[in-house]
């Protein structure tokens, strides 16, 4: 069986369940997760949300891919799963012992905040507190990402999530990283990640976003070398782009 250094810093085109069963046992810190909601018929790149608003498929879906996540969680590992309020009622039967977590997202010139779930608990079905502190992820809005997949999550938002569950050099595993915002959270935290998804496209895109914060990385080190810009050597600050 490979070892975990295999599949860190790689992102998969492939189907969760089937990547996830080549991945060795008690490997990975914690499994921060976006899947599908099942409560709306998004359409992806390789077609409609099998779950089709029906509770029954949209587990008969997710279950082993959530079984096979567990069997790769070390011992105290975490699970985190984002969810759509809609099955709320169901979380119990699915996921045992959790605490249901609730961020709220404000937009920088949004008026209203818009509340976002997540399933909580160790490898063990053990419950995790929400942290100490205020819920509110302010975001920029994903709009550039919006042009690419039907439900891009903020990159703040990963990055509470990322923070808030693991610390420098563990590693993340996102099995649906869809334009891979859990991954650049993780990179830009100092986290190992490793990422999956279904459609080669999105896969592309993410690497790309995560190209870009690797070589802004190594242009800032080469500036803060030089004390100028490691691309142009004329400006003393600089300041990371995406490529999206
Ligand atoms: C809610 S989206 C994730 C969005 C992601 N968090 C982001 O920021 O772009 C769910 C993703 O799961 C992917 N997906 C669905 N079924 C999958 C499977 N069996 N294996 C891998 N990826 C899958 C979809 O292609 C989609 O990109």
């Given at each position: ?43 992806y790149?390789?077609?409609t ?65 818009v ?41 703040e ?13 563990q ?47 190594a242009?800032?080190?080469?500036g ?21």
């Open positions: 069986m490979a070892t975990i250094n295999r599949y860190v810093g790689k992102v998969f085109h492939a189907n969760a369940l089937d990547l996830l069963r080549t991945m060795p046992v008690e490997s990975v810190d914690a499994v921060i997760a976006d899947p599908m909601y099942g409560v709306k018929a998004l359409l790149d390789w077609g949300d099998p779950g089709d608003r029906d509770p029954r498929r949209h587990w008969a879906y997710h279950e082993p891919i959530y079984q096979e996540c567990r069997r790769v969680l070390k011992p105290g590992g975490i699970l985190a799963w984002a969810q759509g309020g809609k099955f709320f009622r169901h979380f119990g039967d699915w996921f045992g012992e959790h605490r249901v977590w609730t961020l709220t997202r404000f937009g920088e010139n949004a008026h209203t905040a509340g976002n779930m997540w399933t909580v608990q160790t490898r063990d079905q053990k419950p995790i507190e929400f942290p100490h502190r205020d819920s509110l992820v302010i975001c920029t809005k994903p709009t550039e990402l919006k042009r690419h997949h039907p439900c891009p999550k903020p990159v938002e990963m990055a509470f999530m990322v923070e808030a569950l693991t610390t420098p050099g590693v993340v595993l996102d099995c649906f990283c869809g334009l891979g915002s859990t991954l650049v959270a993780a990179q830009q935290l100092g986290r190992l990640w490793i990422g999956c998804d279904l459609s080669r496209r999105y896969g592309r895109i993410a690497l790309s976003r995560l190209a870009a914060l690797q070589q802004a990385a242009q800032e080190r080469q803060s070398r030089t004390g100028r810009c490691g691309t142009c050597g004329n400006h003393a600050h600089i300041k990371p782009t995406f490529l999206l």
